[in-house]
């Protein structure tokens, strides 16, 4: 290796270093980030706020039915049971399907329909024909089968929203020989 050939490598290794920094100068200053003024993230909300309110939706329970059946609408529930007629009759002395049928099934006792072979937790949540489907219960049982009559043979996942619900029984109240009183 002769001089002129040792210079070029130098030359090169320098021409190497000057670009290295050239770009990580560049990309400083593109990329520069302002010192935060305070350290660490802000959390929007206050924990402790909103566990509490939490707490207090779980205590006040699930929504009340009965105020939204006055203004409720049967014809629009009528189109909502759709989703129920794969496995419920509901005229009167109509045969049960997958599930017994619902003629007059405001205030009926609950796992009470004749012929109708109910699960045990059906059995269990009617404690002998003490609990009848009024209009919170079957409100709760629609909104969420499994989770309200855990062990149900049900295989429904629900109507989760209350208009819907509130239409829907509004048109199971007038399946009956004598309409429940509206709440
Ligand atoms: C996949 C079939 C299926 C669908 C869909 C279904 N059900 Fe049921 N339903 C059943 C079965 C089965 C039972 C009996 C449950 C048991 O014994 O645990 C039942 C029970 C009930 C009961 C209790 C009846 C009683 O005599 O105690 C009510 C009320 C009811 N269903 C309403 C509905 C409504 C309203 C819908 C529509 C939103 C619906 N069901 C959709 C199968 C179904």
């Not at 006792?109 to 009848?132: C, I, L, N, R």
Request: aromatic share 8%; net charge negative; proline share 6%.
């Amino acid at each position: 290796m002769d001089s002129f050939e040792v210079t070029k490598v130098v030359g090169g290794l320098l021409a190497a270093v000057f670009v290295i920094f050239t770009v990580s100068i560049v990309s400083d200053a593109i990329f520069e980030s302002p010192a935060p003024e305070q350290e660490g993230f802000v959390i929007a909300a206050a924990e402790g706020e909103s566990e509490a309110g939490a707490e207090a939706k779980e205590e006040a329970g699930p929504e009340p039915i009965a105020p939204l059946l006055a203004s409720a609408d049967a014809a629009a529930g009528e189109k909502v049971f759709k989703k129920c007629a794969a496995c419920h009759t509901v005229d009167d002395g109509g045969a049960n399907k997958v599930g017994p049928n619902l003629w007059g099934i405001v205030n009926r006792p609950a796992a009470s329909h004749e012929g109708f072979s109910y699960s045990a937790a059906m059995k269990e949540f009617a404690q002998g024909g003490a609990t009848v489907w009024d209009y919170e219960h079957l409100s709760e049982f629609i909104a969420a089968p499994k989770k309200y009559v855990k062990g149900t043979a049900m295989g429904f996942a629900g109507v989760k929203k209350i208009e819907e619900r509130a239409d829907l029984i509004a048109y199971l109240r007038t399946l009956a020989t004598e309409p429940a009183p509206l709440p």
